[in-house]
């Protein structure tokens, strides 16, 4: 074999590898332009909903005791609710307490129309639900897909919660967008 005729092997052979990775690429970037496509919006105002129950659509169903002793269940809920999902050791669950609290402290119906579920199973859960008790009905659940994670869609934390009845109205993953309940 000539010299010339390795040289054009060797290019066509380059040609052809780099052929195949232009192709790779140019699927990637499809797969990626479907996904920026998908209608959701993007950037830092584009806040995901941390709750997958879509609002004007009922929780699932759960059946679990409160802090109390007391059975909540999703047929029993009623009026506007406002539900905190928290966890200890979780740095914006902690930034966010305090003012979980202040929105709890003024929901209409009082401490009735709020439920906090402090998930986890680490130490810190007992002083978190201390903390919560005077304001909601603090329910709790060790395992990660529980029934309450399950009902209601929890897909980040902390994630909070408005209910008319058994209804999402909204949800968020900042306190702070909590409307006035009384409006609510």
Do not use: K, W
């Amino acid at each position: 074999m000539s010299y010339a005729t390795a040289a054009v092997t060797t290019v066509g052979a380059l040609c052809l590898v780099n052929m195949v990775l232009l192709l790779a690429v140019i699927r990637r970037l499809g797969e990626h332009t479907r996904l920026l496509a998908d209608g959701r919006p993007r950037g830092p105002a584009a806040e995901p909903a941390p709750l997958d129950v879509a609002p004007g659509t009922r929780v699932g169903e759960f059946e679990v005791t409160d802090a109390d002793g007391g059975q909540v269940t999703r047929d029993g809920l009623s009026g506007t609710t406002l539900v905190g999902f928290l966890a200890p050791g979780c740095p914006l669950c902690e930034d966010s307490v305090p003012e979980f609290l202040a929105r709890a402290q003024a929901a209409p119906g009082g401490r009735d129309q709020v439920l906090a579920v402090v998930l986890g199973a680490s130490a810190g859960v007992g002083e978190l639900c201390e903390r919560l008790a005077p304001v909601a009905r603090v329910l709790t659940e060790r395992e990660e897909g529980g029934p309450l994670v399950r009902a209601f869609g929890v897909g980040a934390l902390p994630a909070y919660g408005v209910l008319r009845d058994d209804v999402m109205v909204a949800s968020y993953a900042l306190p702070e967008r909590i409307p006035d309940l009384a409006s609510a």
